[in-house]
């Protein structure tokens, strides 16, 4: 009650800002957050990216529509930080039957000079009120990034974000053991002894714990940092650091994309920093949304992102890393678009299912898999691959059966079969 009253004195929008690095688990923390019955707020979300094509903010889009939400595409603390007072002042005009505004910045952002921002400018000075900086850890990898040597003059972002936090969310921690949690508690602390550290599995936190804590100290950063409020101070990211992204209208075959990520993650996991996407997959009507962090690949069918019958269908993939090759990058997820199938129903083909069998088609594009076969002795199968990797014409004399470098195709729903190229039957 003394905070509402408080509020309605001011007329201030609270405002929190949530960063972590890349992969940290940012989106998904916001995801529960709007999502949380609890506190019965509606907030205004800036969402900032660091790529050109937008995908955490599609994904946001469908899960709170009632939402405001401004896109901000670029690195919210240097080449877009003066979008952000716009974004502030068009928001304050909207914010009337709002409780707050969520900043979701870009993993790779320094959060000084946004936080800053709430203190240079008048306008937003007397309109917002700066309630606290969360930041996202990933338990698993934070250790990596926190000791990562940079070039001279090269400031660590994951080091400021941490040093920076009012809350640390220590995310992840189901990957790692206890003896690890205790490792990265230990560094974190050396960083920000001040801050409250909130351990967690998939961003799961009640919101109570992270909004409206009322926790950022303006002298408390003045001590740490003196040249906080210096708005002509510059710095300097990592330029070895990018990000590619790739977006058509169409389709994608979405084993044939997992099978080339696996191979990405055997030979670049450490470099890759972030991928991420949403992607319209042929024969499926729900979305497939997907994100990886170095070695770490979660991706599925999510039946809250739908798609609408007047929705054009297209896909939106975004990586982030190290030295990272622009050119193949975009070849290989193009390569993953669907064309068209070199064999139609009732064709005679022989399938891949640990030796080759003989059997016909009987589906295209189930369940994602470009063919659905039956094979000769009754059984059924998914060809998930139109290339003679996986489903050739039948030979006259039966070549030897050659197994496959990556296999994550066969990481089927069903799980657990001793078969798993099978496919289930249909009811």
Known sequence: ?????????????????????????????????????????????????????????????????????????????????????????????????????????????????????????????????????????????????????????????????????????????????????????????????????????????HPSKLINIDAFSL?????????????????????????????????????????????LMQNQAKDLFRYKGVLAVKGMPDKFVFQGVHMLFNGRFDPRFRWKSNENRECRIVFIGRNLDKTALEQGVMACKVGPLRFAVGDSVEANCGEWLQGKVIALWDEGNPYRIRLNDGEECWGPVDDDTFVRKPLKSSAPWQPTQHQPWWEQPQGGSSQPWRARRSR
């Open 1 to 205: 009650m003394e905070r509402s009253a408080k509020r309605q004195r001011t007329q201030q929008v609270p405002v929190t800002i949530l960063t972590g690095f890349l992969g940290s688990g940012k989106t998904t923390l916001l995801n529960h957050i709007l999502s949380c019955p609890d506190h019965g707020m509606r907030f205004a979300i800036i969402e900032n990216e660091f790529g050109e094509v937008g995908v955490d903010e599609k994904v946001i889009k469908e899960t709170s529509e009632e939402q405001i939400i401004e896109v901000m595409n670029g690195c919210i603390c240097c080449t877009v930080r003066g979008d952000l007072s716009a974004a502030l002042k068009r928001l304050r005009a909207k914010t009337s039957g709002f409780d707050g505004v969520i900043i979701e910045t870009t993993g790779l952002a320094d959060p000084a000079p946004v936080a800053q921002t709430f203190f240079v400018d008048d306008d937003i000075r007397s309109a917002y009120n700066l309630d606290g900086i969360i930041t996202v850890v990933d338990a698993k990898h934070v250790l990596d990034h926190l000791h990562e040597e940079k070039p001279e003059g090269v400031e660590n972002e994951c080091v400021e974000q941490v040093a920076f936090a009012d809350r640390i969310l220590l995310n992840k921690c189901d990957l790692v053991n206890d003896e690890k949690i205790e490792e990265v508690q230990t560094a974190l602390r050396g960083i920000n002894a001040n801050a409250e550290i909130i351990k967690s599995q998939h961003s799961e936190v």
């Open 219 to 263: 002298h408390k950063v003045l001590e740490m940092d003196p040249e906080f409020l210096n708005t002509d101070g510059e710095h300097q990211h990592d330029l070895s650091v990018s990000s590619t992204s790739v977006r058509f209208q169409g389709e994608l075959n979405h084993q044939q994309l997992r099978m080339w990520i696996s191979e």
